[in-house]
């Protein structure tokens, strides 16, 4: 499908950040041709022939997304990509150019009734569903992917992408699109999760977080660990490293309370070799550290983070429950934090953690606003009825939610 690009009106009146604006549109275009582009959809699983214009285009995205890189996403296809796929933007050159990754699956009956609702795709290891888009073309890459949806008969009309920032440079193109094509949008399930993002002064990051008090009681706690004995903080980067580390956290993992209650990576096979072959996959690309706290030549605490661009992901932490005395994981969330805070190259870093972890929010000083965004990229797609659902959709989750908790208590 070829789909022509919105073109701008043109400036009534002389304006500088527009005439430059408009060159720099003008230059694009010619670069990557962008009046018109090549619109697909593919299977999640069979995504390994553009592997390579796959990569390139995440190296270059607008907002970096670990998660829906190739590395990540042919280690969790199998497990979590039943049904997947992608809509795939590419540019009208030769040789052509990714220029826009999109995942999604459509749920056909999303409310219990024949309904269908295309949702990116996310899942319990990738909380984040910022699509990969070309950031030197944004906005014309995603007018060609909304006019592809509406367009294809195999849509419903209706969009959900779930959990994207509602600030920055890639909700900002998307509101911009939206607008121009008069496509109403509702948001859903709002909330804010740690993030850390100095500005400015990077050293002592986690002192001024935590505050005097607190810091004081974890420099404590710290040196009570060494006098239990030997201590040795770690962090693994290189493949080989990474790949005694990764068992270590799975070790970890599986011998605390989320061992216990069968959800962690261990209880399950096919979960434990995605994490592994993801976690192998991304370090053969140096986008894994492994950070360790061993006392005695033991691990009592891992945590691994990821990382693309100039963001990271606080992804997964461990620790050994029998130690709970010395607050390992505390220890290790500090100790990386300090770590991530000084790296000028990462600009931030996400938690991935729920809205009200308390650790991470009493150590993180900043936060990320998210929210799921439901589109109606056609004129006729029943979207009151689609909000109404996805609202009474989200009041019976987090009833159950509650419930859940308070059974656990």
């Not at 509406?150 to 419903?156: L, N």
């Not at 008069?182 to 002192?207: I, W």
């Not at 070799?273 to 690309?285: D, I, P, Q, R, S």
Request: proline share 6%; with cysteine; charged share 25%.
């Amino acid at each position: 499908m070829t789909v022509k690009a919105p073109t701008e009106p043109a400036p009534q009146s002389f304006d500088a950040a527009a005439a430059i604006a408009s060159v720099r549109r003008a230059t694009v275009a010619d670069r990557y041709a962008i009046d018109s582009f090549a619109v697909e959809w593919r299977e999640l699983l069979q995504l390994d022939a553009i592997a390579d214009e796959w990569r390139a285009l995440a190296a270059r995205a607008l907002v970096p997304n670990v998660f829906y890189e190739p590395a990540f996403v042919s280690a969790a296809a199998p497990v979590f990509g039943h049904d997947v796929g992608a809509v795939l933007v590419w540019s009208g050159t030769e040789p052509r150019k990714l220029l826009g990754f999109f995942p999604a699956r459509i749920e056909p009956r999303r409310y219990g009734l024949k309904l269908p609702v295309l949702v990116g795709w996310t899942h319990p290891f990738a909380p984040l569903g910022v699509p990969l888009v070309e950031s030197e073309a944004a906005e014309p890459v995603l007018a060609a992917w909304l006019a592809y949806l509406a367009d294809d008969a195999r849509f419903s009309g209706l969009l959900l992408l779930p959990f994207l920032p509602e600030e920055g440079p890639f909700a900002a193109a998307l509101r911009t699109v939206l607008r121009r094509a008069r496509m109403p949008a509702a948001d859903f399930n709002q909330h804010k999760r740690a993030l850390l993002a100095p500005d400015g002064d990077r050293s002592g990051y986690v002192e001024r977080g935590l505050g005097p008090r607190k810091y004081r009681e974890l420099r404590r706690t710290v040196r009570r660990l060494c006098e239990a004995g030997a201590v040795l903080f770690t962090t693994a980067t290189g493949p080989a490293d990474v790949k005694r580390a990764i068992d270590d956290f799975v070790e970890l993992e599986a011998s605390g309370w989320k061992g216990e209650a069968g959800t962690a990576a261990a209880c399950d096979d096919d979960v434990r070799g995605f994490l592994k072959t993801a976690v192998a996959a991304l370090a053969a690309e140096h986008k894994v550290a492994i950070d360790r706290i061993l006392l005695d030549g033991l691990p009592i605490a891992a945590a691994i983070t990821l990382r693309s661009g100039d963001g990271a992901w606080f992804w997964k932490i461990a620790y050994d429950e029998a130690q709970a005395r010395f607050s390992p994981g505390v220890m290790l969330t500090a100790l990386v934090s300090e770590r991530l805070a000084e790296d000028a190259a990462i600009a931030h870093t996400d938690s991935c953690a729920t809205a009200d972890h308390v650790v991470m929010n009493r150590t993180w000083s900043e936060r990320l606003a998210l929210h799921d965004l439901l589109v109606a990229v056609r004129p006729r797609a029943p979207f009151g009825l689609a909000q109404r659902m996805e609202r009474a959709r989200a009041s019976t989750i987090s009833a159950a939610k509650t419930v859940r908790n308070w059974l656990h208590k």
